[in-house]
């Protein structure tokens, strides 16, 4: 897949907010600090698109993306999908009360927007299974949501312990799941996984096109 064109949409606080589902859409979440915002600057190749903070948990809203893409064997202008940037979730310091809302926004984004194709959860490569990651597995599954794991900073590390951490995660799910979700190993800085990722989302885009849902 060849990324167009990606633009800023609009910024909703509650699902009802965000715009018509009318394009298949991809939400990207995960712990504060995962380096979300990098990853999808980096799938959509541009360096400012999602903004990047200093400060865990910045991010307050749905952020919707309307994203331009080819898949390299049609000709045209390509076609249009929206990718999501979610508010990330454990960052300490946010009171319980905008941590309840938190959850109850996402709750109905995820559950209720029906034209999301996939979810992609972040999870931090450099460190072992975070029970916190393993807890929001644990709720997708009960949603029954489609979605892969995007382990993320594999740069960070050295390539033996990315191996470790991502096979930890993996045998940690294995305890309660009798089948893997997808997922793919990543870094923002070298571009690791752009083109895996990218070529997940054609494939769900084209399975849309084909059988579109009702809305």
């Given at each position: ?117 996939c ?7 450099r ?22 794991l ?6 960070k ?17 294995q ?11 990543t870094?923002a ?7 895996d ?12 096109h ?6």
């Amino acid at each position: 897949m060849e990324i167009v064109s990606a633009k800023y949409i609009i910024s909703s606080a509650t699902y009802k907010q965000c715009p018509g589902p009318d394009k298949p859409e991809y939400a990207f979440i995960g712990r504060s600090n995962v380096g979300k915002s990098s990853l999808i600057n980096m799938l959509c190749n541009q360096r400012g698109l999602a903004k990047t903070s200093a400060t865990p948990g910045k991010t307050q809203l749905i952020n919707h993306f309307e994203v331009i893409s080819k898949d390299g064997t049609k000709k045209g202008t390509g076609r249009a999908w929206y990718l999501v940037d979610l508010p990330g979730y454990g960052y300490a310091v946010t009171s319980q009360k905008s941590r309840n809302n938190w959850a109850n926004m996402i709750e109905s984004y995820i559950r209720k927007r029906p034209n999301l194709g996939c979810v992609f959860l972040l999870v931090d490569s450099r460190h072992t299974p975070q029970t916190i990651d393993l807890n929001f597995v644990q709720q997708l599954g009960e949603w029954q949501v489609p979605f892969v794991l995007v382990f993320t900073k594999a740069d960070k590390n050295k390539p033996g312990a990315t191996n470790r951490n991502v096979k930890s995660f993996l045998d940690e799910l294995q305890k309660t799941w009798e089948e893997l979700p997808p997922f793919f190993v990543t870094s923002a800085i070298d571009k690791t996984g752009k083109d895996d990722i990218l070529d997940y989302i054609a494939d769900i885009n084209a399975e849309y096109h084909a059988n579109p849902p009702a809305l």
